[in-house]
T-cell receptor, first 116, second 114 residues
Framework: AQKVTQAQTEISVVEKEDVTLDCVYE???????LFWYKQPPSGELVFLIR??????QNEISGRYSWNFQKSTSSFNFTITASQVVDSAVYFC?????????????FGDGTTLTVKP | DAGVTQSPTHLIKTRGQQVTLRCSPK?????VSWYQQALGQGPQFIFQ???????QRGNFPDRFSGHQFPNYSSELNVNALLLGDSALYLC?????????????FGDGTRLSIL
């Protein structure tokens, strides 16, 4: 069985601060995909980033960066210079490598509040 | 380019009733997945449809059923509604059955059971 744990229920920061969202996962699969989604108050989840288990290279995309460490089963997500518009619920998700990622396992989310 | 659209936006039902939720996938997408999201929790996978067949299913009882039409749109049906079925129901679409395809989500249908 797969499991995703987001230990931080809520985080509050002041605008322009950097913030890191933690994600720890469990799976018996040796290959898999990891995702981060953002859910604003409107309800629609928006895809942010994807990483497959083969590639542990960490990347930066604009204000977003992620740190994938297979040895510790962690896939942390960092927002640099946070903005008020970043306020949302952020979900980490895990899917098997050999199936459509529709059957993803989600964590319970971290609510990020960015104050002006 | 229209994204994933769901209807209705909100729905109120009573215990024991039946409900049908509808979803039109993003243009160019042929795979539709349904999720249930309880308040304060992450989405839980219900099932996925591709080529008008249920391809994968999560841990949900048979009261939850679905259908996919030739135009790729989909319905989620829930029978004998329970109070615990109150949740946000999300539809997600993706192109094909390839692994690792990010899901495109709709705004969801908020179902309340009285």
């Amino acid at each position: 069985a797969q499991k995703v744990t987001q230990a931080q229920t809520e985080i509050s920061v002041v605008e322009k601060e950097d913030v890191t969202l933690d994600c720890v996962y469990e799976t018996r699969d040796t290959t898999y995909y990891l995702f981060w989604y953002k859910q604003p108050p409107s309800g629609e989840l928006v895809f942010l980033i994807r990483r497959n288990s083969f590639d542990e290279q960490n990347e930066i995309s604009g204000r977003y960066s992620w740190n994938f460490q297979k040895s510790t089963s962690s896939f942390n997500f960092t927002i640099t210079a946070s903005q008020v518009v970043d306020s949302a619920v952020y979900f980490c998700a895990l899917s098997p490598y050999n199936t459509n990622a529709g059957k993803s396992t989600f964590g319970d989310g971290t609510t990020l509040t960015v104050k002006p | 380019d229209a994204g994933v659209t769901q209807s209705p936006t909100h729905l109120i039902k009573t215990r024991g009733q039946q409900v049908t939720l509808r979803c039109s996938p993003k243009s160019g997408h042929d795979t539709v997945s349904w999720y249930q999201q309880a308040l304060g929790q992450g989405p839980q996978f219900i099932f996925q449809y591709y080529e008008e067949e249920e391809r994968q299913r999560g841990n949900f009882p048979d009261r939850f059923s679905g259908h996919q039409f030739p135009n790729y749109s989909s319905e989620l049906n829930v029978n004998a509604l329970l109070l615990g079925d109150s949740a946000l129901y999300l539809c997600a679409s993706s192109p094909g059955q390839g692994p690792g395809q990010p899901q495109h989500f709709g705004d969801g249908t908020r179902l309340s059971i009285l």
